[in-house]
């Protein structure tokens, strides 16, 4: 599994992660076994948040007696992100993932509260060890802007959002804001909600044609096509242990410059919108 540094924390990271948004609604002991897997073949960047249902409790599990291994993220909520409903959710986040830390916590989105209390709990939590970095999520470009005024240059470690083959709109201003300021960006539902390429499809078939040439998969592909900018990372979910070795495997893949102008062309950014999608 190729690794790189995740903006400015100083820590290597997985190129392809493991995300777990619904991992709690299926079957405990598959999900558990699927996040093992990942673990063995190099997915140590695990994300889960406190919105994510009892996710932070399968993953206590999957990572017993392996916490050193990984790269631990999650999440407080906009509605208890002031200065000490931050802290307060990060101590929940810990008892229930049963660790004394978090490599990164985030913002999950941008709401009511001030940024600056937010950021006041963050860097609280970082003298007292709890989290080792902060970052936020779904934050567009302004919004960006408006943190990094109250948490200064080298602070925001990464920003999680939307992106996948059939939106790109993080390519026009969020990912060029993220380089500039060393930020990394986090490529969440990395194969769209449900809405994957299909074979048969314009797109789809450039995919297949690609993946038949390197004889790896559609999927694998688009993971590589996503993550080809040196800023970028992807966690995509799997619900088995077979999945997660696919999504794995796409970690060591390199596109050639055809392939990705193909790709490119096959699922055009198009324009900038007036606000950054999410789910």
């Given at each position: 599994m190729n690794t790189k540094p995740l903006g400015r924390t100083g820590a290597n990271v997985s190129v392809i992660g493991q995300g777990t948004w619904y991992l709690d609604h299926g079957d405990r002991k598959r999900a558990i076994a699927a996040l093992q897997r990942g673990l063995d073949l190099g997915m140590t960047h695990i994300d889960?948040?406190?919105?994510?249902?009892?996710?932070?409790?399968?993953?206590?599990?999957?990572?017993?007696?392996?916490?050193?291994?990984?790269?631990?993220?999650?999440?407080?909520?906009?509605?208890?992100?002031?200065?000490?409903?931050?802290?307060?959710?990060?101590?929940?986040?810990?008892?229930?993932?049963?660790?004394?830390?978090?490599?990164?916590?985030?913002?999950?989105?941008?709401?009511?509260?001030?940024?600056?209390?937010?950021?006041?709990?963050?860097?609280?939590?970082?003298?007292?060890?709890?989290?080792?970095?902060?970052?936020?999520?779904?934050?567009?470009?302004?919004?960006?802007?408006?943190?990094?005024?109250?948490?200064?240059?080298?602070?925001?470690?990464?920003?999680?959002?939307?992106?996948?083959?059939?939106?790109?709109?993080?390519?026009?201003?969020?990912?060029?804001?993220?380089?500039?300021?060393?930020?990394?960006?986090?490529a969440y539902s990395p194969f769209g909600h449900d809405d994957f390429p299909a074979s048969n499809s314009k797109g789809g078939a450039v995919l297949a044609r690609i993946a038949e040439a390197r004889r790896v998969t559609p999927r694998q592909v688009a993971l590589s096509f996503l993550t080809r900018a040196t800023t970028v990372f992807a966690i995509p979910k799997a619900s088995s242990a077979e999945h997660a070795a696919e999504n794995a495997a796409a970690g060591d893949l390199v596109l050639t410059k055809d392939e990705i102008s193909a790709l490119d062309a096959a699922f055009p950014r198009g324009p900038k919108p007036r606000s950054l999608p999410m789910l």
């Open positions: 889960t948040a406190e919105m994510y249902g009892d996710a932070e409790l399968v993953i206590a599990d999957a990572i017993a007696g392996r916490r050193d291994e990984v790269f631990l993220v999650s999440k407080v909520l906009p509605s208890n992100a002031s200065r000490g409903g931050t802290i307060t959710a990060c101590e929940r986040s810990l008892r229930r993932l049963k660790t004394d830390r978090l490599d990164c916590y985030l913002l999950h989105w941008r709401g009511s509260y001030p940024l600056e209390d937010t950021v006041a709990a963050f860097e609280e939590l970082v003298k007292d060890g709890k989290i080792k970095s902060w970052g936020v999520s779904n934050f567009d470009a302004d919004d960006l802007d408006d943190i990094l005024d109250v948490s200064g240059e080298g602070r925001i470690a990464c920003n999680q959002v939307l992106y996948h083959l059939k939106e790109r709109a993080i390519e026009h201003a969020v990912i060029p804001w993220c380089e500039k300021h060393g930020v990394a960006v986090v």
